[in-house]
């Protein structure tokens, strides 16, 4: 079970093998994101971050079909001079997954609108953060958290 990062009441189940959701219901363990591919006719992708219950040590990454273990992986989201964002991810042999997308719209000017604000806005920029290789414990603790599991908010 994974809670929409982006609906926070909603839960999903993910069929790993396939990538697809199915409404759910009852402890999360981690996070679910559905891309906007609409502006190309697509159906949308599920990109996910989880851990797979209390005794995994294990935390994984999803988009669709593919997975990694977040250990063996290297994360990166960058912002590109036309103002979209590139997330990729990095195995042994270099970029596995390059992830093209607009940068989210803040709506009409916001003053109060910050970095926090940036973060809750792009699930990939959030999940680059939380796999940024200087946050070692920050990984573990994330795993820790979603092997247990937690209540949807």
């Known amino acids: 079970m994974l809670q929409d990062y982006d609906r926070h009441g909603r839960v999903w189940s993910l069929e790993t093998a396939t990538g697809l959701l ?4 009852g402890r ?3 996070f679910v994101h559905l891309t906007d591919a609409s502006r190309r006719g697509d159906a949308p992708v599920a990109a996910a971050l989880y851990a797979e219950g209390g005794d995994t040590t294990t935390l994984w990454l ?3 079909p593919r997975w990694w273990d ?3 992986v290297a994360v990166r989201q960058a912002s590109e001079p036309d103002g979209n ?3 990729t991810v990095f195995g042994a042999r270099g970029p596995e997954l ?3 997308y607009p940068a989210p719209d803040p709506g009409p000017f916001d003053a109060t609108y910050d970095w926090i604000d ?4 792009d699930f990939f ?3 680059a953060e939380r796999l940024a290789d200087d946050a070692e414990d920050a990984r573990r603790a994330l795993t820790e958290h979603f092997g247990a599991g937690f209540l949807p908010a």
């Open 22 to 25: 199915t409404p759910g219901s």
């Open 28 to 30: 999360c363990h981690g």
């Open 62 to 64: 999803q988009y669709g």
């Open 70 to 72: 977040c250990s063996s």
């Open 85 to 87: 964002r590139l997330f």
């Open 98 to 100: 390059e992830l093209r």
């Open 118 to 121: 940036t973060v809750a806005d």
């Open 125 to 127: 920029l959030w999940a």
